[in-house]
């Protein structure tokens, strides 16, 4: 099953049998704990991975600035390839 498409059925399924959360869980023999640590897992991956990447220009060198969402800043400046950038990007910092 690909990531999050089991949280997402059980959340399409929760709402179809319009049962509260204790009671469909119950019928589906998973503990409240486990349908809302999938629902935190789930919220956890959609979050965007970095909030903005701004060009700066540092005299005669240019580059990137990273800002991600707990509020580190990275700065890169001069040659820079695409897969660096990548992996930075993709970092949970």
Do not use: H, W
Request: net charge positive; aromatic share 8%; proline share 4%.
């Amino acid at each position: 099953m690909a990531k999050g498409k089991g949280y997402q059925k059980i959340e399409q399924q929760l709402k179809e049998s319009g049962k509260r959360v204790k009671a469909f869980c119950e019928d589906r023999g998973i503990t409240p704990n486990q349908y809302y640590y999938l629902r935190k897992k789930q919220s956890k991956e959609k979050e965007s991975k970095f909030e903005q990447l701004i060009p700066v220009s540092n005299g005669p060198d240019s580059g990137i600035r990273i800002l991600y969402p707990n509020g580190v800043q990275l700065e890169l400046y001069g040659e820079i390839s695409i897969s660096q950038i990548r992996r930075l990007l993709d970092a949970r910092i």
